[in-house]
């Protein structure tokens, strides 16, 4: 089935790339969110998939990735732009509810999304990732880090490649586990032929350069917990067998997913054979409870969102200091408790 390209124009005269697949009036509507230097061809394996079950899908290019634009020069880059991004697609589509499939960074955009407009999420997929990236960091130091390497970013030149094997070859190197076919799925969006400075036929990857530096604002690990602790709708999350080794940003890994995961009040998981693509590679795995999970009937659901209900809360959130410097308490609070078990236990 071959996919339909979109451009959906969200205001402030920017258009948002994208693919779909699937009737258009379907009731069952998944909009898919591809993670960090990829693109919407990320889910060409799934979409005509869902689409032969009668589910409409959309899969949009992130701006700065695919085809879709670059913010301005001036502009910083902030994860949280991807989340007004979000919703402005789905007014544009007029989706009043969906649900969410996202992989990798896409899923944390959409765990953070089903958690501030649970009145719009029907279910949540995650794919090889849950919440979104976290660090314990001094955020005053974190922003002057990225301030100062912002002009070089800025500066720097973009690599020029003699062929599209080229780029191949060095998509493979940084991610040896993606498999052949995929690689070559993603550059087929991502990679552009331009003429260089010297008149020569060149390839460069389309991606906003500045999407390689250093983010001016990261969560806090107690931070996602809180997050992932107000998701109401149900979330399947779906785990690539080799993701522990391509993860090794984190000696704790397991163990911070764990907890995560813990947060989620109605969440079911399953583990497939792949890498951390492994939707792009091993989609016969997953696709039938994939299905299953997107067309469950809302009587079975303990939960359906109500597209009339807005948050109406006007309590003023407690800062990120503040929510750290509580989960530091409560930290002390367990360890004060288990100190006096132990005491008793002895007596």
Request: charged content about 20%.
């Amino acid at each position: 089935m071959k996919a339909e390209e979109l451009s959906i124009p969200i205001g402030t005269g920017i258009t948002i790339a994208s693919k779909a697949w699937g009737n258009p009036h379907s009731s069952h509507r998944v909009l898919a969110l591809h993670g960090w230097l990829d693109n919407a061809n990320s889910f060409d394996s799934i979409g005509p998939v869902l689409a032969e079950a009668g589910i409409r899908v959309v899969c949009i290019d992130f701006i700065g990735h695919g085809l879709s634009p670059h913010k301005p020069q001036w502009c910083n880059l902030y994860y949280t732009d991807y989340i007004t991004q979000v919703l402005d697609v789905v007014e544009a589509l007029s989706w009043k509810t969906f649900t969410l499939m996202g992989h990798s960074m896409g899923a944390g955009i959409s765990s953070i999304l089903a958690a501030i407009v649970p009145h719009m999420i029907e279910r949540v997929i995650c794919l090889d990732f849950i919440g979104i990236l976290s660090k314990e960091q001094d955020q005053v130091k974190a922003i002057q880090f990225a301030i100062q390497n912002r002009e070089t970013i800025n500066n720097r030149k973009p690599p020029l490649y003699a062929n599209k094997q080229a780029i191949f070859d060095k998509l493979k190197s940084n991610n040896p586990w993606i498999a052949d076919h995929a690689a070559h799925r993603l550059l087929e969006r991502s990679t552009e032929c331009i003429v260089s400075p010297n008149g020569e036929q060149m390839y460069k990857l389309r991606h906003d350069k500045r999407l390689v530096g250093p983010s001016i604002f990261i969560m806090r690990e107690a931070e996602v917990l809180i997050m992932l602790e107000e998701i109401k709708c149900p979330v399947f999350l779906i785990w690539g067998t080799v993701s522990a080794q391509q993860f090794a940003i984190k000696r704790n890994w397991t163990e911070i997913m764990e907890k995560r995961m813990q947060c989620v009040k109605n969440l079911r998981q399953v583990v497939v054979d792949g890498s951390h693509h492994f939707h792009m590679e091993n989609i016969d795995a997953f696709s039938k409870d994939l299905i299953e999970f997107i067309l469950e009937q809302e009587g079975n659901m303990t939960f359906s969102p109500d597209p009339n209900l807005k948050n109406t809360s006007q309590q003023q959130p407690d800062n990120h200091n503040q929510i750290a410097e509580e989960s530091e308490r409560q930290e002390k609070k367990q360890t004060s408790k288990l100190y006096s078990f132990f005491l008793n236990k002895d007596e």
